[in-house]
């Protein structure tokens, strides 16, 4: 894996953030090199102590980063963040202003202040009529048609991750990267908001053109009108499902050979696509049947070998016996305070034909703490007042 790419190096990013927005932001820029000092109250950030489907959002989106406790809460607390940020670059949160205010960082005051500092703040909504509302990837989803683009009718479904969450995080790193450009000209920063609601938006744009282009709503996905003869998914012989698809008039042709389905070829009325989309209620069932007689292994091979687009319906878990995704640099370890260890994905990207490092380890609550303000010139008495009663470091 590549170790060279910091191109944020020298960069630093003090982040005041929770749950997953904010923290993937911060995650996407120390992963490219930046120095991200992360922030906790002095019980620490409660997301560290989430179960369930909550149990990996601090631990995958917090790799890598510092931190440090501060009493916000108290006049010691709120200097060393002032003397902090005046060495920061970037600032990155996920509050709402007047919170921000209340802890000594309201972003007005701070642009008044800081006037080279970039402000990332990570909000549900951006400027407008719906700019105070509380917001949630959820609600985003249902909000803006996501959801009931993802389920049947009658069914609105939001999609199996935090994608919303997680892409706003990333275009928060995205526009710091470019206040952080666009600095080296003027030397000034900027105050950069970024809508959760607004993400979402962009995640359903190509429903909405399409109805402004052709005035009517396209239905659900489950529901949709089909642009190929063959999308679907299948049950095979050893109970597994896989998706199988024939976009091109190639892949229908190698499909119905690969199947011994001569009749299909023979039919004259499914030699245009067009004729083949037309017919797809009487040709899937057959196509069905067909695949249903095979093995799923067998079938992998044979659909590769033509270039037939499939995959099996796979966990989330089974990413971790994937032969792609276990080559080396597809997963990166990162180790917990108490030394429990987890492999997750590293950026989707290579550079010169290697994947970055991983994020790195995650921090015990403000282990950095001692670090970070002993350099900012705070003695032990200072950094004890400005860290309140912290939970201590493991």
Same mark, same amino acid.
């Given at each position: 894996?590549?170790?060279?790419? $910091?191109?944020l190096?020298?960069?630093r990013?003090?982040?005041?953030?929770?749950?997953i927005m904010g923290p993937?932001?911060?995650?996407?820029?120390?992963?490219l090199?930046a120095?991200?000092?992360?922030?906790?109250?002095?019980?620490?950030?409660?997301?560290?102590?989430?179960? %369930?489907?909550g149990?990996p959002?601090?631990p995958?989106?917090?790799r890598?980063?510092k931190?440090?406790?501060?009493?916000?809460k108290?006049?010691?607390?709120?200097?060393?963040?002032?003397?902090?940020l005046?060495?920061a &670059?970037?600032?990155?949160?996920n509050?709402?202003?007047? =919170?921000?205010a209340?802890m000594?960082?309201? !972003?007005?005051?701070l642009?008044?202040?800081?006037p080279?500092?970039?402000?990332?703040?990570?909000?549900?909504?951006?400027?407008g009529?719906?700019q105070?509302r509380?917001?949630?990837?959820e609600? +985003?989803?249902m909000?803006?048609?996501?959801?009931?683009?993802t389920?049947?009718t009658?069914?609105?479904?939001?999609v199996?991750?935090s994608a919303?969450?997680?892409?706003g995080?990333?275009f928060?790193?995205?526009s710091?990267?470019?206040?952080? *450009?666009e600095r080296k000209?003027?030397g000034?920063?900027r105050?950069?908001r +970024?809508?959760?609601f607004?993400?979402?938006l962009?995640?359903?744009?190509?429903?909405?053109?399409?109805? &402004?282009?052709?005035?009517?709503?396209?239905?659900?996905?489950p529901?949709?009108?089909? =642009?190929?003869?063959? #999308?679907?998914?299948f049950d095979?012989?050893?109970?597994?499902?896989?998706f199988v698809g024939?976009?091109t008039?190639g892949?229908?042709?190698?499909?119905?050979r690969? *199947?011994e389905l001569d009749?299909? *070829?023979?039919?004259?009325?499914?030699?245009a696509?067009?004729?083949?989309?037309?017919?797809?209620?009487?040709?899937?069932?057959?196509?069905a049947?067909?695949?249903?007689?095979?093995?799923?292994?067998?079938?992998?091979?044979?659909?590769?070998?033509l270039?037939i687009? #499939?995959?099996?319906i796979?966990r !989330?878990?089974?990413m971790?016996?994937?032969?792609? +995704?276990?080559?080396?640099?597809?997963?990166?370890t990162?180790r917990?305070?108490?030394?429990?260890?987890?492999?997750a994905p590293?950026l989707?990207f290579?550079?010169?034909?290697?994947?970055?490092?991983g994020?790195g380890d995650v921090p015990?609550?403000g282990?950095?703490?001692d670090?970070?303000? %002993?350099?900012?010139g705070?003695?032990?008495? %200072?950094?004890?007042?400005a860290?309140?009663?912290? $939970?201590?470091a493991?």
């Amino acid at each position: 894996m590549d170790e060279s790419f $910091r191109p944020l190096a020298g960069i630093r990013v003090v982040e005041m953030s929770h749950m997953i927005m904010g923290p993937s932001c911060g995650m996407f820029l120390g992963m490219l090199g930046a120095e991200v000092v992360k922030v906790e109250p002095p019980e620490g950030d409660k997301t560290r102590d989430l179960t %369930g489907m909550g149990r990996p959002f601090f631990p995958l989106f917090n790799r890598g980063k510092k931190s440090i406790q501060l009493d916000l809460k108290a006049e010691a607390g709120r200097r060393a963040l002032d003397a902090l940020l005046a060495t920061a &670059d970037v600032f990155v949160d996920n509050f709402r202003d007047a =919170s921000l205010a209340k802890m000594g960082a309201d !972003p007005q005051d701070l642009r008044r202040r800081y006037p080279r500092l970039i402000l990332a703040s990570h909000k549900g909504f951006l400027s407008g009529p719906y700019q105070d509302r509380t917001a949630l990837d959820e609600v +985003v989803q249902m909000m803006t048609g996501l959801a009931y683009m993802t389920g049947p009718t009658g069914r609105p479904l939001r999609v199996g991750s935090s994608a919303n969450d997680i892409m706003g995080g990333l275009f928060g790193a995205f526009s710091v990267l470019a206040a952080l *450009l666009e600095r080296k000209e003027t030397g000034k920063g900027r105050s950069l908001r +970024v809508g959760l609601f607004e993400n979402c938006l962009l995640l359903v744009a190509q429903h909405m053109v399409q109805f &402004d282009l052709e005035g009517v709503d396209p239905p659900p996905m489950p529901e949709r009108t089909f =642009s190929w003869p063959v #999308y679907d998914i299948f049950d095979t012989a050893d109970g597994r499902q896989m998706f199988v698809g024939a976009v091109t008039e190639g892949q229908w042709a190698a499909l119905c050979r690969l *199947l011994e389905l001569d009749e299909l *070829l023979a039919d004259p009325g499914l030699q245009a696509r067009m004729d083949q989309i037309d017919a797809r209620h009487r040709t899937i069932p057959v196509v069905a049947k067909a695949i249903a007689s095979r093995q799923s292994a067998q079938l992998g091979t044979d659909f590769e070998r033509l270039g037939i687009p #499939y995959s099996p319906i796979a966990r !989330p878990s089974d990413m971790y016996s994937d032969p792609h +995704v276990m080559r080396p640099g597809g997963l990166a370890t990162s180790r917990l305070p108490d030394g429990q260890s987890f492999r997750a994905p590293a950026l989707p990207f290579q550079v010169d034909g290697l994947m970055l490092t991983g994020g790195g380890d995650v921090p015990a609550p403000g282990q950095d703490t001692d670090q970070v303000l %002993g350099s900012l010139g705070f003695d032990a008495e %200072g950094i004890g007042k400005a860290r309140g009663a912290s $939970r201590q470091a493991a």
